[in-house]
């Protein structure tokens, strides 16, 4: 998201005729989630140096999506594509360590769904690394987190084939026609696709689109909403939808930057 960020759209109804559609939205559906308690932000720098969500049920289930694509799977470089899986997930395991100084320590688990080449330690060292760099939400002295490999948690991140995708975020009324993420309750579910191949609308490397995911989703967990650009030239906020264009501002997946200066904007309703 070096050229654009995590998009959202909202479900609001119970409908499946009115379920959010990614082609509206980019690569992130979400659904509706409840606020969580964080101070005010802090105002964003004069200096000028980003999923859907659902609720994690709906009133009615919405038809199967069609199948991703014609063939079983694609390829890219040593990593395939299968274009569903089982629907099983292995869950990383934890040491318990924390990460960030704050009181309100946040505990998540990653699970990866089974079957792919993706290994559910390998997805969390890098969540975790997203998580603990100072740019991250740690250093707002209020939160820190804590990876769990099992017993109660805030939430969880899921790496799953683009088939299981549908499945799971059009269970919420989230069509992602196998292409992009969603979010759904305590859940941030992340297409396989999207994490090998990144997003066409992300010119960068695949680590800043992954870590645009992470901080933007985690960061309505921890009760921020959306925000959009503080003025020309400056950093796009984490929590601007900048795949629906950055006006102005220059892409970037980290809510502050490496001088600790929250990297905010105006909020959008």
């Not at 199967?64 to 292995?90: E, K, L, Q, Y």
């Amino acid at each position: 998201m070096l050229a654009s960020g995590a998009a959202v759209a909202y479900w609001q109804g119970g409908r499946a005729d009115d379920r959010a559609v990614a082609d509206d939205a980019g690569d992130m559906l979400e659904a509706p989630t409840a606020e969580a308690d964080v101070p005010p932000a802090p105002e964003p720098s004069a200096d000028p140096s980003e999923s859907p969500s659902a609720s994690s049920s709906s009133s009615s289930s919405p038809p199967p999506s069609p199948a991703p694509s014609d063939s079983p799977s694609a390829t890219t470089g040593t990593i395939d594509i299968p274009a569903t899986g089982p629907g099983t997930f292995t869950t990383a395991q934890a040491d318990g360590s924390v990460v960030g100084t704050g009181s309100r320590v946040r505990r998540y688990k990653v699970m990866v769904e089974g079957g792919i080449d993706v290994s559910a330690s390998a997805a969390a060292a890098e969540i975790s690394a997203v998580l603990a760099d100072r740019r991250g939400w740690t250093h707002d002295g209020v939160n820190s987190f804590q990876l769990v490999g099992s017993g109660s948690y805030d939430f969880v991140v899921k790496i799953a084939t683009p088939g299981t995708v549908d499945r799971i975020c059009g269970a919420a009324g989230l069509l992602t026609r196998g292409e992009v993420n969603c979010s759904v309750g305590t859940d941030v579910v992340v297409n396989l696709k999207r994490w090998v191949l990144g997003s066409p609308e992300f010119d960068g490397p695949i680590g800043e689109y992954r870590a645009l995911i992470v901080n933007h989703e985690v960061g309505h967990r921890i009760g921020h909403g959306h925000e959009g650009c503080p003025g020309p030239g400056r950093p796009a906020p984490a929590m601007m939808q900048q795949i629906k264009g950055l006006d102005g501002c220059v892409a970037n997946a980290w809510p502050y930057d490496r001088d600790g200066r929250y990297l905010g904007g105006p909020a959008v309703p």
